[in-house]
């Protein structure tokens, strides 16, 4: 009988240890990034140089670029694409964060959508790994949605390839990521 008992405790014990790992791990998937310090105007600190040259440029404050006009009212995400930019919009229709993007290279139409699904860390449809994933929309088969490189870079998209992923640097994936929840709006712009 002892053997019986020991046997039935071990398992316990591994089956308890796998759990625990499991939801550590999950947890850790899902942890927010380092905390990104806040100037005393409001703004972002500066985030670090992405090595795409486009995006060198110096990051601007959510009031430094307009909301553009006719992209709706209250809490959004705004695209524009003849900008390569987005605004993350609160509910007061004022920008908390704005930043220019990598575009994919097939866009969505212009027009209202919401966030469909989301992914922490996937193999992107350039084949690389990305992180942060909030998709909204789709065209001929193609999925659209902003995304991080892994490794922080945010190339021209290949014109032969058609990919869906509008590439954001690290910090600006974590942003959109923790503002962009299943079924926020997404709103489209020239």
Known sequence: MPAKSSSIVTALTAAALVVVGVVGYQASASASGP???VRSDGSHAPKSPAKHDRHKKKAKSPDAVAIPAGSGEGERVVYSLGAERVWLVGADGK???TYEVAPSSVSPSVGSYSVTSRSVSVTGSDGAAVEHVVRFAGVDGVVIGFSAAV???????DPRKKTGGIRES??????????????TKVVVVN
């Open 35 to 37: 905390l990104t310090q």
């Open 95 to 97: 920008a908390r964060r």
């Open 151 to 157: 490794d922080g870079s945010m190339p021209d998209a």
């Open 170 to 183: 690290r910090d600006d994936g974590k942003a959109m990521w923790d503002f962009a929840l299943h079924g």
